[in-house]
């Protein structure tokens, strides 16, 4: 991983949140205050050569003292998960990003908020729900979990002074599921932050819409990239853009910037040759073949980063942070 805001931090504490999540801890090395960040902001770490993850942070962005994340091990994935549960350990080192923002909370907008997170997508809300109690915002975070044993980050909850604010649902599924939504949502509000996986979220946005919320007012994180829906053939793959969700298949004689036009999708162009960098965009998830002279070999071996201009994917699925 290179990045000109790539830096060094001292892993100060590691926790067993559940059976399957760890909380990791974060301090600067030089002891001086971390890189300032806003709720809704997320990190990226690369727990061995050529695996880059990220991970929302946890922790109150007043307390620059630390980062705190979580992480779920994913016995599926491609081996990052298990990696920072196996190989990060207290006292040790690990270099990671500044933080970033797609995800952060609308500024002015009072009125009530919703914050609804399935599983592991708590871990950005949990920052919210700080921020929102320190300003004395009106809000509530529903926790939605498999089961009891599976609420991460209880202490934290627990010891806070809006812990009141938290309703916790187990094992909930359709139509039960839904109809909980429906009674949540129908009490009103000014928006809703969403995280969690993609087939609870849709679940939310389908209830939300029934219940008469604008589309603008559901915000949400794509927290893990699903199996995508879309079924590519030989030479292809299928682009998932993680702002709005769109899945698209890239064939084998199309450039990825050429299917993201073709959607009504505007994306900053230059040359298309891979050569200015005018279109370089993180990558959330994917294999990335490089075809550019833009970015360094380090870069490239890192792949975070693309020049849908030129270069492709190696994997089924693409995330592009679009």
């Known amino acids: 991983m290179t990045d000109e805001n790539e830096f060094e931090v001292r892993i100060r504490k590691v926790r067993s949140e559940t059976s399957e999540i760890r909380s990791f801890e974060?301090?600067?090395v030089n002891g001086?205050?971390?890189p300032e960040f806003q709720a809704g902001a997320h990190i990226s770490i690369s727990p061995f050569p050529g695996v880059v993850r990220q991970y929302s942070l946890v922790n109150d962005?007043?307390?620059?003292?630390?980062?705190?994340?979580?992480?779920?091990?994913?016995?599926?994935g491609r081996g990052g998960s298990s990696a920072m549960h196996t190989q990060l350990h207290e006292g040790g080192t690990v270099r990671i990003t500044a933080p970033r923002n797609n995800f952060a909370l609308r500024s002015g907008e009072g009125g009530r908020r919703l914050l609804l997170a399935g599983g592991i997508g708590v871990t950005p809300l949990?920052?919210?729900?700080?921020?929102?109690?320190?300003?004395?915002?009106?809000?509530?975070?529903?926790?939605?979990?498999?089961?009891?044993?599976?609420?991460?980050?209880?202490?934290?909850?627990?010891?806070?002074?809006?812990?009141?604010?938290?309703?916790?649902h187990f094992g909930l599924v359709p139509p039960l599921l839904t109809?909980?939504?429906?009674?949540?949502?129908?009490?009103?509000?000014?928006?809703?932050?969403?995280?969690?996986?993609?087939?609870?979220?849709?679940?939310?946005r389908h209830c939300a819409e029934a219940t008469g919320w604008?589309?603008?007012?559901?915000?949400?994180?794509?927290?893990?990239?699903?199996v995508p829906v879309l079924t590519p053939g030989e030479g292809e793959f299928v682009l998932r853009l993680a702002k709005s969700g769109i899945e698209l298949v890239v064939p084998s004689d199309r450039t990825i910037i050429e299917v993201i036009r073709e959607a009504g999708i505007e994306i900053k162009t230059s040359c298309e040759q891979?050569?200015?960098?005018?279109?370089?965009?993180?990558v959330i998830e994917g294999e990335v073949e490089h075809h550019d002279l833009f970015l360094s070999p380090d870069e490239q071996e890192?792949?975070?980063?693309?020049?849908?201009?030129?270069?492709?994917?190696?994997s089924r699925l693409l995330v592009l942070n679009i």
């Open 26 to 28: 974060f301090e600067a």
């Open 32 to 34: 001086q205050p971390l």
């Open 274 to 282: 891979g050569v200015c960098g005018t279109c370089i965009t993180e």
């Open 61 to 76: 962005p007043a307390d620059r003292s630390r980062y705190l994340i979580g992480v779920k091990r994913e016995l599926n």
């Open 179 to 204: 109809e909980v939504l429906h009674e949540i949502l129908r009490e009103g509000g000014h928006s809703v932050y969403l995280c969690g996986p993609n087939p609870f979220m849709d679940i939310v």
């Open 214 to 226: 604008p589309a603008d007012a559901i915000i949400l994180e794509h927290f893990s990239a699903e």
């Open 302 to 314: 890192g792949g975070r980063l693309i020049m849908p201009c030129v270069s492709r994917c190696t």
């Open 126 to 168: 949990l920052s919210m729900a700080q921020v929102l109690a320190a300003q004395g915002e009106d809000f509530e975070l529903h926790y939605f979990a498999r089961t009891n044993s599976e609420i991460a980050f209880r202490d934290l909850i627990l010891e806070s002074e809006w812990s009141d604010r938290v309703a916790y």
